[in-house]
């Protein structure tokens, strides 16, 4: 790995910081192919059981893409490696090409979230902002479009309406507004803003791994399936679950009520 995402794990949580402010931590090849590697990393990890994703800085959590960079790469790559990389994956940073992870990422969003990081936090589980923090899809003004998940995951967020005038209009928007519709779980002070993150990540921390991972892959494999496909899948993971070491550790805490130490097995 590389200087452009930094990566450490304390306790159960793991913190992956975007580490270009100069640039309000743009995405380029190398920072997308270090972001893979950490998420790889961390599937592979099951100490850690929930992440934190950030940008270095007060000023941005992630502007997009690279314009310099990566978009001229894209054009020089063939149409078939360019396909292969968005119907096979990984994709950028993990955000395209159906690229799975089913450890909750919470996005604590500290400034600019713009284009290809408006999408990155779109990929996240959970998102808390500074009040700060300013959104937006302006990709349709350079003679783009979403291409990352953008289009595909927002309006599952927002709605649909409001999904479509922010990406249709490329207008910027401020954290109240990114709150009121739903976009942002929570909106704090800049100072606040990790302290908030680590509050929820060690809320979902404390919980069962194996539960808190089946339930997140229930949740994203339902989308876009009837409902009885949904609670199928559901009710397999569930019964997985009622033959775990840990949910014998979680009823037997429950019965005397005390905290319960789960093993993740």
């Known amino acids: 790995m590389g200087d452009n995402v930094l990566y450490e794990k304390r306790d159960k949580i793991g913190y992956v910081t975007l580490n270009r402010p100069k640039v309000h931590n743009c995405i380029d090849v190398e920072t997308s192919e270090e972001v893979i590697a950490i998420w790889e990393e961390i599937k592979r990890d099951p100490d850690v059981q929930v992440v ?21 790469y894209i054009r020089e790559q063939s149409e078939e490696d360019n396909r292969r990389r968005a119907f096979q994956g990984p994709g950028w940073c993990g955000i395209s090409g159906g690229y799975k992870i089913y450890t909750p990422i ?96 060690g809320a979902i921390a404390d919980n069962g791994p194996l539960a808190v991972r089946a339930a997140k892959e229930a949740v994203l494999n339902s989308v876009g399936k009837p409902l009885d496909e949904g609670i199928k899948f559901e009710t397999d993971a569930f019964s997985y679950l009622c033959r775990s070491e840990d949910w014998m550790t979680g009823q037997q805490a429950f019965l005397t009520k005390t905290k319960a130490e789960f093993k993740g097995r």
């Open 52 to 72: 934190i994703l950030t940008g270095a800085g007060d000023e941005a959590f992630c502007s997009g893409a690279d314009l310099k960079k990566l978009i001229p």
């Open 106 to 201: 919470i996005a604590a969003i500290n400034g600019y979230c713009i284009a290809g990081g408006h999408e990155l936090a779109e990929f996240c589980d959970i998102r808390v902002a500074a009040d700060h923090s300013v959104f937006g899809h302006q990709e349709i003004k350079w003679g783009l479009m979403p291409g990352d998940g953008g289009c595909s995951r927002l309006w599952r967020i927002v709605g649909l309406g409001r999904a479509l005038e922010i990406i249709l209009t490329g207008r910027l928007y401020d954290a109240q507004e990114a709150y009121r519709i739903g976009f942002v779980n929570h909106l704090v002070p800049l100072k606040d803003l990790m302290g908030k993150a680590e509050e929820i990540a």
